[in-house]
């Protein structure tokens, strides 16, 4: 399943994540610092979805309430959400 989200308060504009299952298969982000969402993205292909969520959930990126990786996780979980 492919899911875009559109980042909010974020670098970054949007978040393409392609998912089997509950496994996350790739991640591409369009926008933002492009090594470490090159970097995000590499990491996290093959983890379980839930456990992308509890590593990235609530960082911040300097004064910012979010990040790159926080805004994965909100991806993350509206994807998880349409697979039922």
């Known amino acids: 399943m492919q899911y875009v989200y559109q980042t909010k308060g974020t670098c970054s504009r949007q978040i393409i994540v392609e998912l089997d299952g509950d496994v ?10 492009n090594g470490n969402t090159k970097g995000i993205s590499s990491l996290v292909a093959g983890m ?4 992308v969520i ?8 300097g004064p910012r309430p979010t990040s790159c990786p926080d805004q994965l996780s909100r991806a993350l979980r ?4 349409l697979q039922g």
């Open 24 to 33: 996350v298969r790739s991640v591409r982000f369009v926008g933002g610092c």
């Open 48 to 51: 379980k979805a839930d456990e």
């Open 54 to 61: 509890a590593r990235c959930a609530g960082i911040t990126c």
């Open 78 to 81: 509206e994807a998880l959400a």
